[in-house]
């Protein structure tokens, strides 16, 4: 899977753009991406009702821990498996989804405050 580095210090890896469904991450185009304020890859999430812990394993690997995972569902805002939920919230990683659109902008906005956040955002 192709690995995007850090674009700025200031803001790391961001989602650029759209085109034909996929996501512009750092000069790169993937259809779904996990991102931290370090890097951003590709990522080949399951379908959302299947999506587990193991599936973000590189964004709980963080040290310090993200202060929370913006969850991105894909074209329309969906809630994540509940028992999903409490595998990152018993690591301390509270979960925000939302449509994968509104999660790649509220990415920017927050690591444009500096926020130390990760992110997986599902296909659009």
Do not use: C, N, Y
């Not at 690995?3 to 790169?28: E, K, N």
């Not at 890097?39 to 587990?52: H, I, N, T, Y």
């Not at 919230?89 to 444009?112: C, H, Y």
């Amino acid at each position: 899977m192709p690995r995007f580095t850090q674009d700025d210090a200031a803001s790391g890896p961001l989602v650029t753009g759209f085109a034909d469904g996929q996501f512009i991450v750092s000069g790169g185009i993937v259809r779904s991406v996990l991102m931290t304020p370090d890097w951003a890859e590709e990522w080949m999430p399951p379908p959302l009702d299947m999506l587990d812990a193991s599936h973000v394993s590189p964004l709980l690997a963080l040290q310090p821990p993200p202060e929370f995972l913006i969850l991105g569902t894909g074209p329309a805002m969906a809630f994540p498996p509940r028992a999903f939920v409490k595998a990152l919230e018993a690591q301390g990683i509270g979960v925000e989804a939302m449509d994968s659109k509104a999660a790649a902008r509220t990415w920017g906005m927050l690591r444009g405050e500096g926020r130390w956040i990760a992110a997986a955002l599902m296909p659009l």
